[in-house]
């Protein structure tokens, strides 16, 4: 089955994605009430529907308006709040897929990074909330695929085109959250590292041509989502404001924070010390907890995946394990120097997006070793998900202090 599937790749994404919107979508109306910060964004959101005026201008609009689009078409209700997340979710797995595909030219290297990332408890929980994150991702994901399609090309013209896009999602994921902004100037760097002594790559496009899409046009995109804030009744925004208001963004992005009992360095989130209970109370008549915390088998397993392709890019010169392990060490290590007052675990959305790609690369890197040992991993994955999925999908649980079930470490509670 699965060899007739990889003849088809195209089908196996639509397959993919359907499973994906399926699995996120179930249960979706669960918590019936807002859970850790939809109290920020849905109202941000409803205030959005309303054209009324400014709030939550610490990030900018575009994540804010999908949670709102989410809403007018389904209501403000938990469906509502969370819809486009679910679908942005599945985007992400399909576009994992498809950035895996091309990194390796391996359909089966595709498929099991899709089938990590969906398992992997992350992407998962980022698509039942209304948060920003999941439409970071699921941009940067595109993105990087559209890159990743032009460096590929063998037309010029083939090669702008996946540039624009790439450039457009670029730009929409700085839109969702600042923090796509390194993201942006990688691509850039990549793009002259690519050509350097390569020009026939992006189909032979020049530098300056290149740089002028990635850089001028992302800006551009950028800029334009910030439309309905010149519709606002009370303080719209105006071109004289747009850029004076983004340094208020950068202020507020930048002020120190008071101590949160959930807050934790960089350096422990791969480690998953201090997970995030996103919901933990009564609702619908019982107990019911939501916990944001990656699967064990894919985020510890990741991290030897890592080590893996670092030493097969470093020792053997092997390129594409090379380039999945240090895209993981990049989107981790920014977070050593953004200038951010408090860490969450869930900065390591992104980052943990990235630990699957490695992980169906190092597999597929050292296939003749481990031969079809992917296989009983994607078991033991399936196993910790159903384990853990109480507590992911809000079901109920036998009593208030259901919970301890799943609490391996002092940390996790």
């Known amino acids: 089955m699965l060899d007739r599937l990889e003849q088809r790749p195209v089908l196996l994404a639509l397959l993919i994605g359907i499973a994906a919107l399926l699995l996120f979508g179930i249960g979706l109306q669960r918590p019936s009430i807002l859970m850790f910060d939809e109290v920020h964004y849905v109202p941000a959101a409803r205030v959005l529907n309303a054209?009324?005026?400014?709030?939550?201008?610490?990030?900018?609009?575009?994540?804010?308006?999908?949670?709102?689009?989410?809403?007018?078409?389904?209501?403000?209700?938990?469906?509502?709040?969370?819809?486009?997340?679910?679908?942005?979710?599945?985007?992400?797995?399909?576009g994992i897929y498809a950035f895996t595909r091309h990194l390796t030219g391996s359909v089966r290297a595709g498929l099991f990074a899709a089938l990590f990332a969906m398992l992997g408890q992350l992407v998962f929980i980022q698509a039942r909330i209304g948060m920003l994150d999941v439409f970071l991702g699921a941009l940067l994901v595109w993105a990087g695929t559209a890159f990743l399609r032009a460096m590929q090309s063998d037309s010029r013209r083939r090669a702008i085109a996946f540039l624009l896009a790439g450039a457009i999602w670029f730009g929409g994921a700085v839109?969702?959250?600042?923090?796509?902004?390194?993201?942006?100037?990688?691509?850039?760097?990549?793009?002259?590292?690519?050509?350097?002594g390569h020009a026939e790559r992006f189909g032979g496009l020049g530098w300056f041509s290149g740089l002028a899409i990635l850089g001028g046009v992302s800006i551009v995109t950028y800029f334009l989502t910030f439309a309905p804030a010149f519709f606002y009744a009370r303080d719209p925004l105006t071109l004289a404001r747009l850029?004076?208001?983004?340094?208020?963004?950068?202020?507020?992005?930048?002020?120190?924070?008071?101590?949160?009992?959930?807050?934790?360095?960089w350096w422990s989130w791969p480690l998953m010390i201090r997970p995030i209970w996103y919901f933990?109370?009564?609702?619908?008549?019982?107990?019911?907890?939501?916990?944001?915390?990656?699967?064990?088998?894919?985020?510890?397993?990741?991290?030897?995946?890592?080590?893996?392709?670092?030493?097969?890019?470093?020792?053997?010169?092997?390129?594409?394990?090379?380039?999945?392990?240090?895209?993981?060490?990049?989107?981790?290590?920014?977070w050593a120097v953004i200038p951010k007052s408090l860490g969450f675990y869930y900065y390591y959305y992104l980052p943990g997006l990235i630990l699957p790609v490695v992980l169906a690369v190092a597999f597929h890197?050292?296939?003749?070793?481990?031969?079809?040992?992917?296989?009983?991993?994607?078991?033991?994955?399936?196993?910790?998900?159903?384990?853990?999925?109480?507590?992911?999908?809000?079901?109920?649980?036998?009593?208030?202090?259901?919970?301890?079930?799943?609490?391996?470490?002092?940390?996790w509670a």
Not at 57 to 75: D, Q, R, V
Not at 249 to 259: G, H
Not at 306 to 332: D, E, N, Q
């Open 175 to 196: 839109a969702v959250k600042w923090a796509a902004v390194p993201y942006v100037a990688l691509a850039c760097v990549a793009f002259l590292w690519l050509r350097r």
């Open 280 to 334: 933990y109370e009564p609702d619908q008549g019982a107990v019911r907890g939501v916990l944001l915390i990656g699967n064990p088998a894919i985020m510890w397993g990741g991290l030897a995946a890592v080590a893996a392709c670092w030493w097969a890019g470093l020792r053997g010169k092997a390129g594409v394990p090379l380039a999945a392990a240090a895209l993981w060490t990049f989107s981790l290590g920014i």
């Open 365 to 411: 890197h050292y296939a003749a070793w481990v031969k079809r040992n992917d296989e009983w991993y994607l078991v033991l994955c399936v196993g910790l998900f159903a384990y853990f999925y109480p507590i992911l999908a809000a079901l109920a649980l036998p009593s208030a202090r259901g919970f301890e079930r799943w609490i391996w470490f002092h940390s």
């Open 51 to 94: 054209l009324s005026h400014p709030v939550n201008i610490e990030h900018p609009l575009l994540g804010k308006s999908l949670i709102a689009l989410g809403m007018l078409t389904f209501g403000d209700n938990p469906i509502g709040w969370r819809a486009l997340s679910a679908l942005a979710g599945a985007l992400t797995i399909v």
């Open 243 to 265: 850029i004076p208001f983004q340094l208020d963004m950068w202020k507020l992005q930048t002020q120190a924070l008071t101590p949160h009992n959930y807050q934790s360095d």
